[in-house]
């Protein structure tokens, strides 16, 4: 059957052809010495003129052609031959042609295994390296460090720590290992998350060059102990071992592990001093770095003194303008003429894609969607980051569309969908979507968690709620996940079941600003403004940055008990000890703490003094305070102020019309809505959730209305 394939030539005999027929008919006589039977036929062999073609086959048709030619001359079948046909296929990635013919052999030697061995290495088949050794070691007992190596390469690939522990055993055994091999079996031992073992395997190498040091480096940095890295290149440096651009490489991003941006600007002077050339890897590496450690200037300043700009480079500085959160500089960037003539990859499009979902800028990322679809990236990465996009753009009806295309949906698919609708108030359309999820039996993550948790929230349906934190414990994702926890002390915490939040914040191991930030506005919620305070200092207590979120929470909980000599205090602490610019909602807070304590001319003098103009919030602490005390003599200048500056928006309008109900004014609560009316001004109703038991003969049902 091999024969018959092999056989089949063109029915146009190109001039190569033509040279191969005349060569049959060269009759060649060679005396060999006395010489054993296989080196005989090997000179043989290598003695003919055919053969001798083999080594100008560019391509699998030419070695077919050629492979025909010996069989016709008689050479099919010898295992000199066979085994250089083996290879030649192996390398032009016709591997199922080599197994044919290896698997035909009549007899096979060490060397046609390993040529075999080699072939699946080229081609990344880490699996058939595997299978195929194993199967190589019960035919023959012969074995060499490059066999080891291309194996231990292959369980680094696949994790297989077993396997890489057989065949170390099988080096011991073989005995006399050199130092590359040492260094590969401590690559397979990091790569497999066996960091002890890696560092055991190295004590052992006798002369440790370049690549053994590296190798541990790496290994350390891969399994987040990006310290031990850094210690262990001081090491390699008192033995007086020359870095190259992989050890340094390896250092760069240990420092953006740790955030070290003192020592990562220390390797990148070295690496001048040095003199080692900048490529796209080091370059990525140092781009990663800075963007890490919130140099984004710098990481800018490496980018622009390249030479060259390659996808790499031109990738990673956009990734990390949308990870540094300057998203406009992102879109400006992947839009500037310099750069047109390289063309964008998944990566960087994924890239683009999150700095329009951070701007909500949807017609930029409708664009890069139509790119996307003329580059033929549809693949699974770039439908979740549109996905994501769409509905961070609150085009959810889109996002809908392509995740449906999706055929083969992954755990990020389904939580870009469950987020999306979350975050956009379909709160319900993300419960039924988490349910759609769990019956075809994915298991969410814990960002599903986090984002059913907070549509669970919005609901205050603590029953559910109450199932996904049973579910969490199952799955052992709260303890192990600060956004699980943190999501649900924020569950309880809107759901009025302050203790049950404070207990999941006692019980979390790691705390995030965001964390501590959840729990104080839990006590806030509850109307604890002084559980709140407390809270915050003991945040304080441990060196943690309060963020404009916390100090949000600690102005509102002020307002609501009264504080105002405190709540200035924090305010002005917020301006001074930690640099923070205050925001609307700061602001509004302020307005409120001091309308609630009747201190309505100061309040009003804040406004006046407010470097940004008061929104609807701010007049509706004011107005509210006016009410409170009866000062509508300074509502009437409020009001006045509102329908100067804002004659169209119907929010101020209710606020109006909201004060002078206070006052039973009711014939100007009716020119209001009048007049609201005549400009054709509407406000979206308000929902309330009510939770109802019905009883009846029939059925006992609870029922959630949205009304």
Known sequence: MMKKQLLVLPGRVSLINSFFFQLRFISYKTSLPKLDGSLASMHTISSNHVFSLLGLCRNVGSLMRTHALLVVQGLGGDLFCDTKLVSLYGSFGHLEYARLLFDKMPELAFYSWKVMLRGYFLHDLHVEIIWFYNRMRMCVRDCDNVVFSIVLKACSQLGEIKEGRKVHCHMVKAGKPDSFLQAVLVDMYAKCGKIDSSHDAFTEILEKDVVSWTSLIAGYVQNDCAEEGLNLFNRMREAKV?????????????????RACHQG????????????????YLVTALLDMYVKCGAITDARSIFDELSSIDLVSWTAMIVGYTQSTCPEKALKLFIDKKWIGILPNAVTLTGVLSACARLGN?????????????????????????VDMYCKCRNI??????????????????????????????VYEALELFRQMRLESFSPDAVTLASILSSCASLSALQVGSSVHAFSLKEGLMSSNVYVGTALLNFYAKCGDAQSARIIFDSMEEKTSVTWGAMIGGYGMQGDGFGSLELFHNMLKENLEPTEVIFTSVLSACSHTGMVGEGWRYFNSMC??????????????????????????????????????????????????????SRFDLGGLTIRRMLELHPDEACYYVLI??????????????????????????KFPACSIVKMDIHNDLSSTTVECLA
């Open 576 to 629: 001074q000890d930690f640099g923070l610019v205050p925001t609307m909602k700061h602001y509004a807070c302020m307005v409120d703490l001091l309308a609630r304590a009747g201190r309505l001319e100061e309040a009003l003098n804040f406004m006046d003094n407010m470097p940004i103009e008061p929104d609807v919030s701010s007049y509706g602490a004011f107005l509210h305070g006016c009410g409170l005390y």
């Open 657 to 682: 019309s909201n004060l002078y109900a206070s006052d039973g004014r009711w014939s100007q609560v009716n020119q209001v809505r009048e007049l609201m009316n005549q400009r054709q001004l509407n």
């Open 397 to 426: 009806e889109d996002a809908l569309n392509l995740f449906v295309t999706v055929s083969d949906k992954d755990v990020v698919a389904w939580n870009s969908m469950i987020s999306g609708y979350s975050q956009n108030g379909y």
């Open 362 to 386: 949807l017609d930029f990322g409708t664009l890069v969607h139509g790119l996307m679809v003329k580059l033929g990236l549809e693949e699974p990465m770039m439908i979740n980051a549109l």
């Open 265 to 280: 600007k220390w390797v990148h002077g070295y690496l001048i001093k040095i003199g080692i050339g900048f490529n796209s």
């Open 242 to 258: 020359k870095s190259n651009e992989f050890t340094l490489g390896s250092l760069v991003t240990a420092c953006a592990k740790l």
